[in-house]
């Protein structure tokens, strides 16, 4: 059975985007970028919130023709990879995505069933809150970049319930961003 694991990139102050919905400060270093790679290498689907999938739709389809080493190598393996996006609003997605609108739980016990592998949860404030307070996170890999944003776009929400988690690895990326590896705690 495969496992939730959430990625997502922070600012030092903990936001997921910038004051105006930026994401131009996580810059994706070779380092960072082999490590996504192999992270998406060993899930079996992509999965996003609406937002958040809107922005990738409107960026892998042509990032080969950009002058970016990460973009180009993983561009195809975007366009390829199988990919949902959970949303009550967004009535259809291109590029091998099947939108999920059905009950939170019951659709993320669905995946984990249906593969072996995992199911890569990216980016993203509002549905990984939730579904961190369902319990259905296996996995958190946050990746801290050094910038303060300002903002209040953050993966938790405020009044998000304690949630204990376990340090599984920490490491540094191209000198820059920092990974905190956490699993839910057993206790």
Request: aromatic share 8%; charged share 25%.
């Amino acid at each position: 059975m495969g496992e939730l694991v959430y990625q997502v990139h922070v600012s030092l102050d903990g936001c997921v985007e910038g004051p105006r919905g930026e994401f131009d400060w996580a810059p994706m270093g070779p380092e960072l970028a082999v490590h996504s790679e192999t992270l998406t290498a060993r899930s079996a689907v992509l999965a996003y919130g609406r937002r958040v999938w809107q922005m990738m739709a409107g960026y892998w389809p042509t990032a080969e023709a950009l002058d970016d080493p990460h973009g180009r190598a993983f561009a195809p393996v975007w366009l390829e990879m199988p990919k949902v996006v959970f949303s009550r609003t967004l009535a259809e997605a291109r590029w091998n995505t099947r939108v999920l609108s059905g009950d939170l739980a019951e659709e993320v016990a669905a995946l984990k069933a249906a593969h072996e592998k995992d199911i890569l949860l990216i980016g993203g404030a509002r549905l990984p809150a939730e579904l961190s307070r369902l319990g259905l996170i296996d996995e958190y890999q946050v990746f801290v970049h050094p910038v303060v944003l300002g903002g209040d776009k953050r993966p938790f929400a405020v009044d998000a319930e304690r949630l204990e988690l376990e340090l599984v690895e920490s490491r540094v990326f191209d000198g820059r961003a920092v990974l905190l590896r956490y699993r839910r705690s057993a206790g």
